[in-house]
């Protein structure tokens, strides 16, 4: 080996070495210049967190701090906004041994510590476990010992909070805009609901609220804010402790917002960008205004629903007081003051009662909806609206083709009339051969009739239906 690789080889070690001695460099939440939040509906989150620091010249440790508890560290990706080329990253580590009472005590199982009493004396111990704890003092073993545990030193590799560690070369010594991006769990959104309905049951207020309950381990201060809608598909990974969301929906007032929610197609889903920035604290529920829309037009809708069994078995006796559903109805268009993609939620109704006082009267799921689609929800069963069917007939024709009679009563004992729709879901191949009233037929395997129902008085659907399987 010559003398220059020698002198070569022992300057290389002797940068190293002082890459190990140097003092890292800690980039915290006050070098915080910008961040954006975009949050999805499967408990996921992308941070992009801008930070701003001056850093010298020559290979350096940096610790980014303050990232969130629940980082997927496979995801992060650095760069550089101000030189990209001059920055590069030669190693990365995730930190997230954190610093607590416990993981203090099993650092030094094995190790000397001090037992302070209260006098101020103090006793010479050696930690043998956690669980008691255990300690050795001068040859003998103590379950417990009473006073003060008192450490000589903090153990390496303990932090206080998830930190990125980052081996770095940087080519020359200045300010550098340092933009970090990584994927983080226990954060999500959903969408709530709330819909006040008018006396005569056709109009209604809209309210939307975007609902985010945050347990990534990390605040968002001053954030902007994305929510993407949508289900979009994530590759499987090996099972990760993630601590399980519970929303508790709250029924908001109708006011309108300050600001609002924008939307955009975005790939095969729909992004929700928040006309300004909001602050997202660790462990917080937060509620922003998504929608208003006053004096939508709904239609209320009575269904008694039917089943493909009914025609598969004799049946000797009325099959009586079957619940009649109770569906809201509206389309969700433009010229309704709606016409915006709607993400999926729940949606609460709410109806006024004598006193002015109002309740809720249902509350269901929709699924994410399109502009100019219509939306279904169901309010429940009626009570003063029941149904009843017999099954007059059921006759066997030939192999695989039979023929059933059913007669189907409809009591409305309300003071306004009713229309009924009666949806049977016929099996097979189907044919109603005779009735009493005239049916669509809206699908392959459905039939459908709308019986009007006088107030405070009943009506009867009777059909024949030959079906092959």
């Known amino acids: 080996m010559t003398k220059r690789l020698i002198a070569l080889t022992l300057l290389a070690v002797f940068a190293m070495t002082q890459v190990v001695a140097a003092a890292p460099v800690s980039i915290t939440r006050d070098d915080q210049r910008e961040v954006m939040v975009t949050i999805y509906n499967g408990n996921l989150g992308l941070v992009k967190d801008l930070r701003e620091i001056r850093l010298d010249a020559g290979m350096l440790e940096a610790r980014f701090m303050d990232v969130a508890a629940q980082i997927d560290p496979t995801s992060v990706h650095l760069k550089s906004l101000t030189d990209p080329a001059g920055l590069k990253i030669l190693e990365q580590n995730y930190e997230y041994d954190l610093l607590t009472s416990q993981k203090l005590m099993e650092k030094y199982v094995g190790r000397k510590v001090r037992l302070y009493q209260s006098n101020g004396s103090f006793q010479e111990a050696t930690l043998l476990s956690t669980q008691g704890p255990v300690y050795e003092i001068n040859g003998q073993i103590h379950m417990g010992y009473y006073g003060n545990l008192v450490l000589p030193s903090l153990p390496e590799n303990l932090v206080s909070k998830p930190t990125l560690v980052w081996l770095l070369r940087n080519t020359k010594p200045a300010p550098q805009r340092i933009e970090a991006s990584y994927l983080t769990g226990g954060i999500n959104w959903k969408a709530d609901y709330v819909m006040v309905i008018n006396a005569a049951d056709n109009r209604s207020d809209l309210t939307g609220w975007v609902t985010i309950d945050n347990k990534s381990g990390a605040t968002y201060k001053n954030a902007a804010l994305k929510l993407v809608a949508g289900d979009i598909n994530r590759a499987p990974e090996a099972p990760r402790a993630r601590r399980a969301l519970e929303l508790a929906a709250k029924a908001a007032s109708g006011n309108m917002a300050d600001r609002d929610f924008k939307s955009e197609g975005f790939f095969e889903y729909h992004l929700y960008t928040l006309d300004g920035r909001t602050t997202i604290k660790d462990n917080q529920t937060k509620q922003l205004s998504l929608l208003t829309a006053t004096d939508v037009p709904v239609d209320k809708h009575f269904i008694f629903y039917g089943a493909a069994d009914y025609y598969r078995t004799q049946y000797g ?48 799921w929709i699924d994410h909806t399109p502009k100019d689609e219509r939306i279904k929800i169901k309010m429940g069963e009626a009570f003063d ?15 695989n083709l039979y023929e059933i009679e059913w007669e189907i009563s409809l009591r409305n004992h309300k003071q306004e009339a009713v229309t009924v729709e009666v949806v049977e879901t016929m099996p097979g191949d189907w044919e109603v051969i005779k009735a009493s009233h005239p049916h669509e037929k809206p699908q392959a395997f459905t039939a459908l009739w709308k019986i009007p129902v006088p107030k405070d008085s009943s009506a009867k659907l009777s059909y024949r239906v030959r079906v092959r399987w």
Request: hydrophobic share 30%; net charge positive.
């Open 385 to 399: 609206v029941v149904g009843e069917r017999v099954q007059k007939d059921w006759k066997r024709i030939a192999p």
């Open 317 to 364: 006796m009325p099959i009586s007081n079957q619940k009649v559903g109770v569906y809201l109805e509206l389309k969700n268009s433009k010229e309704n003051r709606l016409g915006m993609p709607l993400p999926k939620g729940k949606v609460r109704v709410y109806k006024a009662d004598t006193s002015g006082s109002q309740q809720l009267i249902g509350e269901d």
